[in-house]
């Protein structure tokens, strides 16, 4: 039989015995996804990629299309009767997989949702490898997957179906990787001997600092000489008898970056002059119990009012079954989410009431409002119009909210927390900011759209989401017209007028919001304030970030 195939699914990390033959720096092209036989073509339009990042990180997405992904790579000739094992797992949907040519493998859909460990494996032999010779492996891969930041790439070729001899990590000195004082030292830990590539990276994405060291077994100290406030990635390649690698981010002195720009002339005007449309609307308070949400520790409501526009907006509102007047959290939502699973709130046996707003184009307040995940979406939808870009009405419904709760007798008015995330942190910012009176304590992770400016420096393809939105409404203005009106909604804007207390948590290894952005916010603040710091996390906020917002507000609305 030419080829074996074993469809083989495993989970677990691979950390052993064998040494992987492939490299962890590929090319990558969407201008040219042939594959020749022999493959051994130069591609001028080829990118750089590295397997240990996410692919956004790097600049690539999903709408970009089709790609064709290769590296090169050796055999030794000795091993040249040996069955060596392909064993492939990418945050992508995988067409085709060629060795030299020869297609070995096909049709693996994308499991970063469903098994983001799974790999699939694939018996090779000198049939198709040639041993003692250059080797090149070529997939053909489509809609390169969201990650959240953290990277769960994977392409490894060891002789026979072993795991890894090879493993490199990284190790800091500080527990939360933040360095306010000192130097930053990294452990370096080697199962085997070989050189290593150190590389330092800020994230506008500029190389400070390159060094190669050779390894021996072991663990290696090693100082880096950045003492500038910042960002930075620490990035580890080592090429012994097989390939390995790591990367971790760090931070510099973070309390000391300040954002990109300052606030836009006339941002408190137009933001007096929105709040005065707002109150121009007769709320309309609804609430109706829904006896299906409700338990015997709470009661739940669908609860409506009237925004900007005369839109209705909605939300599930959770109140102690038992009589009394309560603090009140509202949470608001991430970018296109409605609040599907709500049954954490239903669970809740806490003396606290409970508001989880849909803000307009969200969950059950998408009925006239709807401009969709995609293009153009809530960020761009008339992204060029200052009165009509979404953002502006959407802070509104979360003052609406506010002053709905302030309304309601059950609850104690001076006792109202905001939490949220992603774009939840964003409106938490721009509620705390427009409220600076209302709220006793605001607590979120990683906001957006926060600190754009910068957002776009170091989330490069947020660059072609605006280009693209602008194309989408044929051109009305220029980039910059279209950042101009950015600047109004920015929530880093709304920072320096936030007089709540404040907890900020942010995950290092973010790329949708980054911690430089956010803490372009939170150093604009004045008022009584904390943040935490989690460097293994990304935008999916893995070490259960949510829990510890939750237990900020706990604290500080007593209950």
């Not at 992987?20 to 022999?38: A, E, H, Q």
């Not at 699939?120 to 040639?130: C, M, P």
């Not at 072609?464 to 909604?489: M, T």
Request: glycine fraction near 8%.
């Amino acid at each position: 039989m030419r080829l074996l195939i074993c469809f083989l699914f495993c989970l677990g990390s691979i950390t052993a015995k064998g040494q992987n033959l492939l490299p962890l720096l590929w090319k990558i092209s969407f201008r040219d996804t042939t594959v020749g036989k022999p493959d051994t073509a130069v591609n001028l339009h080829a990118m750089q990629v590295n397997l240990l990042e996410s692919w956004e990180r790097q600049g690539y997405f999903s709408r970009q299309g089709t790609c064709k992904l290769y590296t090169d790579f050796e055999v030794p000739v000795e091993w040249m009767d040996s069955v060596f094992c392909l064993q492939i797992g990418l945050q992508c949907d995988v067409k085709s997989v060629y060795v030299n040519g020869i297609w070995v493998a096909g049709n693996l859909a994308n499991q970063f949702w469903t098994n983001r460990l799974a790999v699939h494996k694939v018996n090779l032999t000198k049939r198709e490898l040639l041993p003692g010779r250059r080797n090149r492996i070529t997939i053909i891969a489509d809609k390169l997957s969201y990650t959240g930041g953290k990277s769960y790439n994977r392409c490894i070729l060891t002789k026979g179906d072993r795991e890894l001899r090879e493993e490199l990590v990284i190790m800091l000195d500080k527990s939360d990787h933040v360095y306010t004082d000192k130097l930053p030292a990294l452990s370096i830990r080697s199962v085997s001997e070989g050189k290593v590539d150190i590389f330092v990276i800020n994230d506008y994405h500029d190389t400070l600092y390159k060094k190669q060291l050779l390894l021996e077994q072991g663990v290696k100290l090693v100082k880096l000489p950045v003492s500038k406030p910042g960002f930075y990635k620490c990035v580890l390649i080592q090429k012994g008898s097989g390939y390995s690698g790591d990367v971790q981010w760090f931070a510099v002195k973070p309390e000391a970056i300040r954002a990109a720009t300052r606030e836009p002339v006339g941002f408190k005007e137009y933001w007096r002059h929105s709040l005065g449309e707002l109150n121009g609307v007769v709320p309309d308070f609804s609430i109706v119990k829904n006896d299906s949400l409700s338990s015997g520790q709470r009661d739940a409501y669908i609860i409506s009012f009237r925004s900007v526009g005369n839109v209705v907006i909605r939300g599930y509102y959770f109140v102690p079954s038992k009589p009394g007047r309560y603090p009140a959290i509202l949470h608001l939502p991430g970018y296109g989410y409605g609040f599907e699973n709500l049954q954490g709130f239903m669970d809740s046996k806490e003396d606290v009431a409970e508001l989880a707003l849909c803000v307009r184009g969200h969950g059950i307040s998408a009925d006239v409002f709807n401009p969709g995940f995609d293009i153009p979406g809530i960020w761009g939808y008339k992204l060029y119009d200052k009165e009509e870009i979404a953002y502006r009405s959407i802070y509104l419904d979360c003052v609406r909210a506010v002053q709905f709760l302030c309304h309601r007798p059950e609850i104690d008015s001076n006792r109202i927390g905001v939490m949220g995330g992603s774009q939840g942190g964003g409106l938490t910012l721009a509620t705390a900011g427009l409220l600076p009176e209302k709220l006793k304590a605001c607590a979120y992770f990683d906001p957006f759209p926060c600190d754009i400016r910068d957002q776009i420096r170091v989330r490069k393809i947020c660059v072609e989401e605006l280009q693209a939105y602008l194309k989408y409404y044929n051109h009305p203005c220029s980039f910059e017209k279209a950042l101009e009106v950015q600047d109004l909604i920015d929530v880093k804007n709304f920072a320096g007028l936030i007089r709540a207390k404040t907890f900020y948590a942010t995950g290092l290894m973010d790329d949708d919001c980054p911690s430089r952005v956010g803490f372009g916010a939170y150093n604009e603040m004045k008022t009584e304030k904390e943040y935490r710091v989690y460097p293994g996390d990304s935008h999916l906020a893995e070490s259960g970030i949510y829990g510890e917002l939750r237990r900020f507000l706990k604290r500080e609305l007593g209950f």
